[in-house]
C-alpha cells in the first residue's frame, strides 16, 4: 500500500538534493575561477541566481526522465506523481517549481510554512504547490 510522504521525508529529501547539486557546484568553481565562498547572500548575487537556476533545473528535469524521482526523494523513499498516480510531465514539474521558486520567496517564507502545516495537518499530505500543480509525493518505501 503507498501511503503519502511524510514531511520530515520531503525535507530531508530537499536538503539531500541541495547538497547533491550545491556541493560539486562550489567545489568545481573554487578550483576553477579562484571562487571563495563566503556566508554573505549577497555578496555573490551571480552565483546565487546561478545555484537557483541549477537547483531548480535539477528538480524539474530529474523526475520527468526519472519517473518522479530526484536522488533525495529516492534516498528518502518517496517519489512525485499527478495527483490520478501518472508519471509527471515538464509542464507539471516547471509549474510545481517555479509555483516553489516564485511564491515562496515573495512571501518571504510564509506560504512555506503555510504548506507546512499543510503537510502536517491534511491527510493527503499535500502542499500549496502540490495543489497547484496537481501532484502528490507518495511514501514509496513500504513502511
Do not use: C
Request: aromatic share 14%; proline share 3%; net charge positive.
Amino acid at each position: 500500500m503507498i501511503f503519502p510522504a511524510k514531511l520530515w521525508q520531503r525535507f530531508f529529501a530537499r536538503i539531500i538534493d541541495g547538497l547533491i547539486v550545491g556541493v560539486p557546484i562550489v567545489f568545481i568553481l573554487s578550483f576553477t575561477s579562484g571562487y571563495e565562498f563566503v556566508i554573505d547572500p549577497g555578496a555573490n548575487f551571480i552565483f546565487n541566481i546561478f545555484m537557483i537556476l541549477i537547483v531548480t533545473a535539477y528538480m524539474i528535469v530529474l523526475p520527468v526522465i526519472w519517473y518522479g524521482w530526484t536522488i533525495g526523494k529516492r534516498l528518502m523513499g518517496i517519489r512525485v506523481t499527478q495527483s490520478d498516480s501518472s508519471d509527471v510531465s515538464w509542464t507539471t514539474m516547471l509549474k510545481r517549481e517555479l509555483f516553489i521558486l516564485v511564491v515562496y520567496s515573495v512571501t518571504f517564507g510564509l506560504f512555506l510554512l503555510l504548506s507546512g502545516v499543510m503537510m502536517i495537518t491534511r491527510k493527503d499530505k499535500r502542499a500549496l504547490h502540490d495543489l497547484m500543480a496537481k501532484t502528490k509525493v507518495s511514501d514509496e518505501s513500504g513502511q
